[in-house]
């Protein structure tokens, strides 16, 4: 008989290679959060050169320079552990998404410096958060295609998935409109609840801004909701324990956003509250990103992109495949 094939099955992506892309992950949000307290705390420019801080990789860690240059050093942990993932991952199948990460990552660092260089452009400190989001969004993604013997659905649950863009979009949106409400210091333009200086819609200006953040904020608030619940309804009855636990987690997380974004503007904007309200957004999305992803085809995703072939002893009779 001819034989099928003499190439060996593709192996399995390696245990440590995703315990190292899920700790790119962890660390991101890490990230994430400590980036959120520079602006808050007015240490945006407590370095005022880049990438030394006054001169120095290791500068005394006080005052602003303790927030922004910590900001600086998880950055580059966060940029050699992506560096890791791709050099591991250089022979599966995942590497141009790894590529794609460590591209976006030194693109994010440019932008960092970018940003101290030119004295905090808004479009540039608004477009380093939008990419930190993107970023983190790729590194769960990643987490996913590189789990060994992932063993959840081959089929794809195309609604389910519509319905994770949906909220993912939403989600990612708000918090774009956040970046500019913050890098305008519109935040403080509106410290009274629910209105804005007596007024529900303030004529022009940071003000106006810091309401539409409000108002598409209940919106969004709406959208998770309405998607998480759609979800959960059309996952019943589905072995995707991933997909309906981030489904269930969503409306949490978007009610608990919502309170901490009250609790922000009540305590006028203060670095811990604006902390975490970064780090609640970020997993906001992340729900989402793992619902979409937990709802796609995981069975085996990852492959080794070249086969070996089996030692010529071993190969079937008839010739070659």
Same mark, same amino acid.
């Given at each position: 008989?001819?034989?099928?094939?003499?190439?060996?099955?593709?192996?399995?992506?390696?245990?440590?290679?995703?315990?190292?892309?899920?700790?790119?992950?962890?660390?991101?949000?890490?990230?994430?959060?400590? @980036?959120?307290? #520079?602006?808050? *705390?007015? /240490?945006?420019? =407590? %370095?005022? +050169?880049? $990438?030394? !801080?006054? &001169?120095?990789?290791?500068?005394?860690?006080?005052?602003?320079?303790?927030?922004?240059?910590?900001?600086?050093?998880?950055?580059?942990?966060?940029?050699?552990?992506?560096?890791?993932?791709?050099?591991?991952?250089?022979?599966?199948?995942?590497?141009?998404?790894?590529?794609?990460?460590?591209?976006?990552?030194?693109?994010?660092?440019?932008?960092?410096?970018?940003?101290?260089?030119?004295?905090?452009?808004?479009?540039?400190s608004t477009t380093h958060l939008a990419t930190a989001m993107v970023f983190f969004s790729l590194t769960i993604y990643l987490g996913f295609r590189l789990r060994p013997g992932a063993t959840e659905g081959t089929e794809s649950l195309a609604f389910v998935r519509k319905l994770a863009l949906i909220g993912a979009v939403a989600v990612y949106v708000?918090?774009?409109? @956040?970046?500019? #409400?913050?890098? *305008?210091? /519109?935040?403080? =333009? %509106?410290? +009274?609840? $629910?209105? !804005?200086? &007596?007024?529900?819609?303030?004529?022009?200006?940071?003000?106006?801004?810091?309401m539409v953040h409000r108002y598409v904020g209940v919106l969004v608030l709406g959208i998770v909701l309405v998607v998480a619940a759609m979800a959960l309804k059309a996952l019943r009855g589905?072995?995707?324990?991933?997909?309906?636990?981030?489904?269930?987690?969503?409306?949490?997380?978007?009610?608990?956003?919502?309170?901490?974004?009250?609790?922000?503007?009540?305590?006028?904007?203060?670095?811990?509250?604006?902390?975490?309200?970064?780090?609640?957004?970020?997993?906001?999305?992340?729900?989402?990103?793992?619902?979409?992803?937990?709802?796609?085809?995981?069975?085996?995703?990852?492959?080794?992109?070249?086969?070996?072939?089996?030692?010529?002893?071993?190969?079937?009779?008839?010739?070659?495949?």
């Amino acid at each position: 008989m001819a034989p099928a094939d003499t190439l060996r099955p593709p192996r399995k992506p390696d245990l440590k290679l995703f315990v190292l892309a899920v700790a790119t992950s962890v660390a991101t949000f890490a990230l994430l959060l400590v @980036g959120g307290t #520079v602006n808050p *705390t007015g /240490s945006s420019l =407590a %370095c005022p +050169d880049w $990438p030394t !801080c006054y &001169g120095s990789f290791f500068p005394e860690m006080t005052g602003g320079v303790f927030f922004e240059h910590s900001h600086r050093i998880v950055a580059t942990l966060v940029g050699i552990m992506t560096v890791g993932v791709a050099a591991a991952a250089w022979k599966t199948s995942a590497r141009w998404l790894t590529i794609g990460a460590l591209a976006m990552v030194i693109f994010q660092g440019v932008l960092g410096g970018v940003t101290v260089i030119l004295r905090l452009p808004t479009i540039v400190s608004t477009t380093h958060l939008a990419t930190a989001m993107v970023f983190f969004s790729l590194t769960i993604y990643l987490g996913f295609r590189l789990r060994p013997g992932a063993t959840e659905g081959t089929e794809s649950l195309a609604f389910v998935r519509k319905l994770a863009l949906i909220g993912a979009v939403a989600v990612y949106v708000q918090i774009v409109l @956040g970046a500019l #409400v913050r890098h *305008t210091l /519109s935040g403080r =333009a %509106c410290l +009274d609840l $629910p209105l !804005c200086g &007596g007024e529900w819609w303030p004529a022009t200006g940071p003000a106006a801004l810091h309401m539409v953040h409000r108002y598409v904020g209940v919106l969004v608030l709406g959208i998770v909701l309405v998607v998480a619940a759609m979800a959960l309804k059309a996952l019943r009855g589905q072995e995707r324990s991933s997909a309906r636990l981030a489904a269930a987690l969503a409306p949490f997380i978007g009610l608990l956003q919502v309170v901490v974004g009250v609790v922000m503007v009540a305590r006028k904007i203060e670095w811990v509250s604006a902390m975490a309200h970064t780090g609640i957004a970020a997993l906001l999305l992340a729900v989402f990103v793992i619902l979409f992803v937990g709802a796609g085809p995981l069975a085996d995703p990852v492959t080794l992109t070249r086969r070996e072939r089996a030692p010529v002893g071993l190969q079937p009779e008839g010739g070659r495949a």
